[in-house]
Structures are given as C-alpha cells and as structure tokens.
C-alpha cells in the first residue's frame, strides 16, 4: 500500500495525462486533433495507474476528461487495428481489442468512485470507458453516438448491455443509424447520470480534486433539458419495433412518401425529413454489421444474462473477433479513413433478409472466442 505521503508520480505517455491530484487520480485523454481516440499506449498506460491507484491512499476517487472542448473520445483507434489485420496478425488484433474491452470492466468495478467527464463528442469505445463508470457526467457540449456499423463493425465496449436498460425501439434506432443522442437524451437513457455546465468543468474538476469526493457533483448539477429524442418516440417506435433491418427500412421509406405527400403541412414535412434522413444514413452502413447489432441489443435483452457487462461484452467480442477477417471491414475502413470517398461497397444490399440460422451461426462460432483466455494472452502481451 502506498503511503499519503509518498510523493507524487505520473506515467509518461504524451497522449494521455496520468497524474494524481490533491485527492484525485487524474487520467486526462491528450489527442485532441484525433478526437481523443483510444490507442492501445493510451489503454495500457490507463489500466497501469488504475492498478496502481486501486491500493494507493492518497487517490480517493479517479477523474477522467480529456483535452479539448470537440470531444471527450471518439472509441478506439481502429486504424491500429486495422493496420495489424492487414499486416496478417489477427490474434495481435484480438489481443488489441480485449485490452480495451478489460479496460472498460475496470472502469465499471473500480472499487473507488471513477468519475468521467463526458464533454464534448463520446462515441464508440468512449462510451465503453466513461458511460459504464460509477459518475458518468455530461456537460451541454456532449453529444453520444454509436456509428460502428459504419465501418463494419458492431456497437461494442459493452455497448448492447447500454442498450438493452432502454426502451427496445429507442435502442433499435440508435445501433442501426448512428443518430447523435444530446446531453438530455443522454441523462433520460442513462448513458449518463449527471449533467453539469460546460462553464463550471474546470471549476468542478478542482473541486473533485480538492475533496477527492464524487457528491461535489451535486453542487454543479443542472435540470437536463429537454432532448430532440422524445419528440420523435412516436416515429421511432412506428418504425424500429419492426423485426429486422430490411423492414425498418421499409417503414422509413413508407413514412417519407406518406408524410411527403402532404406538403402544406409543416409537421408532415419534419417527419419526411427525419424518415429519409434515418435511412439514408442507416444505408451507409454495412447490412451485416446491422443484423448482427440488432442481434446483439436482442442477446442482451433477452439472451443469457441480460444486462450483464461481462457477458454483453464476451458476445460482442466474439462477434468482433469475426467480423476482423470479413471484407466489409476492409470496405469500411477504405471508405471512411482511407480513400475518405464514404462510399463503401458492401458485400450484401439492404434489402437482403439474413436467414435466423445464419446470424445464429454468427453466435455459435462467436462463444469460441474467450474473453478470459484474451485477458490472460493480454497480460502475457
């Protein structure tokens, strides 16, 4: 055990800041051109000070934020990834992968009070280490997405266990499209539990740091406003109760031709906008990625241990461990980060309706892939 009076110590990796302040443990995410995006240094440097922090008397509470006012994080680096499928080393990938998704098991057992300072964008992966904290806290700057499908990929850093504790339609229509939630929408679907002024973040980080307790939040807290969200629940369960993504994707297009057609109202013309809108942005993305998302927010809703973390996220991994080898993520990755053209050329069309044994097959194979033996080829790693 570390003494208080041991002096202080910080971990030197430039792109994130790990110190311990006054009574806080400090973890500050440094790649603000990069949109604070995860690398594995940047994970391997954060588990570090957390097990070092875990027995450590001077930390009585972990603070993580990050540099900049854009984005808290935008999920992993999946050019990291990427670059180690293409280099042929999928067990190097997976390894990579299972690092974070340990991190964020962490996050959500620390024995202390981890308090993570959502502002700004949080997509993806940074969802996976701020929304599962004990204080996940949004700022009115914060805006949460899940835009995986877009390049392949599935919702995952627990993502399906967020899901499955929201209403089955809302959680539907944000795995397949990808649409922003605002810091409202994020408090009301519990990706976060507090909300606080952007102006008192430096303020507020002083005194989480002073008193090393998370309740000064509560001297910061503000109503949540309302989020765009609930006034469109009537279109988003019209739509996303439907049973797969070809017929989701059916009612969207039915919905913009019937409000479409009634032009002199301005009502009908929003909801046209928001059909269209919805599944313009739902076809970017991969058809496989899609079913296989649905499939994994059902799993975890209705699946074996609902809700559970650990297990939503040992069937995203065994997902992801799979969908590593498929074109569609070197399609996906083409598209958005290398070539840049957003035009990806994915192997099925969106009207292609997967047969149930075929996305079963999917979970069959994925219960192959051990999280705990990825954690322990991690530690050896």
């Not at 440094?30 to 957390?50: D, I, Q």
Request: with cysteine; charged share 25%; hydrophobic share 45%.
């Amino acid at each position: 055990m570390v003494s208080r009076n041991a002096p202080a110590r910080s971990i030197e990796v430039p792109d994130v800041l790990i110190r311990i302040e006054g009574r806080a443990g400090r973890i500050t995410l440094n790649r603000p051109r990069a949109l604070n995006t995860l690398t594995g240094a940047m994970v391997a440097a954060m588990h570090t000070a957390l097990d070092a922090w875990a027995e450590d008397t001077r930390v009585a509470l972990v603070l993580i934020d990050a540099a900049g006012t854009r984005a808290f994080c935008a999920g992993g680096d999946i050019a990291e990834v990427h670059a180690l499928v293409a280099a042929g080393d999928l067990e190097a990938a997976r390894v990579h992968v299972a690092r974070e998704y340990r991190l964020d098991l962490k996050i959500a057992g620390y024995a202390k009070p981890v308090v993570a300072l959502m502002d700004g964008r949080v997509m993806g992966g940074g969802l996976g280490i701020s929304a599962h904290a004990r204080h996940p806290v949004a700022t009115d700057r914060t805006q949460a997405a899940l835009p995986e499908c877009a390049l392949g990929w599935v919702p995952d850093s627990g993502a399906s266990a967020l899901l499955a504790a929201m209403p089955e339609t809302v959680a539907t229509y944000l795995a397949l499209s990808g649409a922003q939630l605002s810091a409202g929408d994020a408090v009301g679907l519990g990706v976060a539990r507090h909300i606080v002024p952007a102006a008192a973040r430096d303020t507020l980080t002083q005194a989480l740091c002073d008193s090393g307790r998370a309740d000064e939040i509560a001297d910061f807290e503000c109503p949540p406003p309302p989020g765009p969200l609930a006034g469109r629940r009537a279109e988003i369960d019209a739509v996303f109760s439907a049973s797969t993504v070809a017929e989701c994707l059916d009612r969207l297009d039915a919905m913009a031709r019937e409000a479409g057609d009634d032009a002199g109202n301005g009502a009908a013309r929003e909801r046209a906008a928001w059909a269209s809108g919805t599944a313009r942005a739902i076809r970017r993305h991969a058809p496989l990625a899609l079913t296989l998302a649905l499939a994994l927010l059902r799993q975890g809703r209705c699946g074996p241990a609902p809700g559970d973390l650990r297990a939503a996220i040992a069937r995203e991994y065994g997902i992801v461990c799979q969908l590593l080898e498929t074109p569609d993520f070197k399609e996906g990755i083409r598209a958005l980060l290398i070539d840049r053209d957003r035009a990806p050329r994915w192997r099925q069309t969106h009207d292609h309706r997967f047969e149930e044994a075929e996305i079963d097959a999917w979970f069959t194979r994925g219960a192959g892939f051990s999280l705990s033996a990825a954690f322990s080829l991690a530690d050896e790693t």
